[in-house]
Each structure stands twice: as C-alpha cells, then as structure tokens.
C-alpha cells in the first residue's frame, strides 16, 4: 500500500493541469482495472445554482447523452455524493428511480461502476467515479481496493481543488482582517450595524465602514450575500 501511495498519490498533488492530473486518474483507475473514470466537482457557490466541473474519458456519444438527457440533475450516485462521502456501488437498485439511466450507461457500455465523494473545508465537493465494461465487482476487490479508493479520492480532489477552484471562486484567494471576520460573523447571526457596534463596542459606523469593505472584496451586492458566501465558504472559520 505504502509503495502505491509513492508511486502515484503523491505525484498528483505536483501537477498543474486539470487535464494532466485527470489524466493522471485515468491511468491509476486503469491499474486498478477500469477503462472508465470521471471526475466532477461542485463549487458551493452561487448557492442557487453551483457551478460543476467535469472531466471523463466515457464515450462521446454517451458524454452528450448525458448532458442532453440532464442526467446531471437526477443521477443518483451524484446525489449520494453530495450528500454521503462513503462509497457507492452501481446496481439496479441504486438507480430504480432513473432506470432510463441506468439502461442507457449500460447501453454505452458501463455496466459496472463504483463511486466515492470528497469535500473539503470550503464546501466544495468532488465525485470520482471508476467504471468497465466487463465483469462484476465482487465482494473480496471491493474490500482490496477500498483503501486505494478512499486514499485517490481524496489526493483527486485535494489536486482537482487546488487547480480548478481559483478560477471558479477567485473569493477565495481575499485575505480578510481578524475585525472584518468578526463583524461579518455578527451580520451572518442576524445582527444590525448597531448592534454589532455595541458588542464589539466600537461605532456604528465603524462596523458600517468593514462591512462595506468586505462586500467589496467578495464582490458581493450587498451584506447578506457577502454574509452568505463568505460562511459557505468556510472564510469565518
């Protein structure tokens, strides 16, 4: 176990391209017996509708199958993944509700799968997903490999985070004060400017003067949204 972290885990936290380290993915679930791998991962912000970033090497036709169908919306071992970071496993009975799903990936050859979700302290949330062709997973593999897959799911979303979210939430590289946190950590419990002031004991229009600044560097329209952000976040830790 110890050689395989060296050998390929270690490697994908160096790469500095989300294609070269999907890449990367790829040729590791290969190793472990599956033509199929994809990777998405979901900005936790705009709340109303996240942003998704997705990376496979599934057929075309079934790529845009996918997209066309909305499969996105329904498909449940996302929906798992959101909600669950322990380990599905496809089978007919995870997709009951979609089963034109389920007919149709195994219609692009994707019979059987396996999938296991990672989030981090920013609320982002990463899904991968191995799949094949051939031949079930048994018992006894998904036991040898759920270390592997527990430990690649993790270095895939510390690697895929590291390079995709900037872009996606460039909030995330603001640099706020000690003061500016604290009076936006009052603003999220629902608290006025005046009553912040009277906590912190400083001036109304002191607290006024770091909200403003704060709306400012999250690119926010006004104090709740920035409130919001910043606690989805994880920036009031």
Not at 134 to 145: D, F, G, I, K, V
Request: net charge negative.
């Amino acid at each position: 176990m110890k050689a395989w972290l060296d050998d390929h885990l270690n490697a994908l936290l160096s790469i500095d391209s989300e294609q070269e380290l999907f890449n990367q993915l790829a040729a590791i679930a290969k190793d472990m017996g599956f033509e199929y791998c994809a990777y998405g991962i979901q900005m936790p912000v705009p709340v109303s509708r996240p942003a998704v970033v997705m990376f496979n090497n599934y057929a075309k036709e079934w790529q845009e199958c996918y997209q066309k169908r909305g499969y996105l919306e329904v498909d449940p071992t996302v929906r798992h993944g959101l909600r669950n970071t322990l380990p599905i496993v496809w089978s007919p009975q995870v997709f009951e509700s979609v089963p034109e799903l389920w007919e149709e990936a195994r219609g692009h050859g994707l019979h059987f799968g396996w999938a296991q979700s990672s989030r981090d302290a920013s609320g982002t949330v990463g899904l991968l997903t191995l799949a094949r062709s051939e031949e079930q997973l048994t018992e006894s593999e998904l036991y040898a490999n759920k270390a592997k897959m527990a430990w690649l799911t993790q270095f895939a979303h510390a690697g895929m985070a590291r390079l995709v979210t900037p872009r996606y939430i460039p909030e995330m590289l603001v640099t706020m004060t000690s003061r500016e946190k604290e009076v936006l950590r009052w603003t999220a419990e629902g608290k006025t400017a005046y009553e912040i002031g009277q906590i912190l004991a400083v001036s109304e229009r002191t607290v006024n003067f770091h909200i403003n600044n704060v709306v400012s560097k999250l690119g926010a329209s006004n104090k709740t949204q920035a409130a919001v952000k910043a606690a989805t976040l994880g920036m009031l830790l």
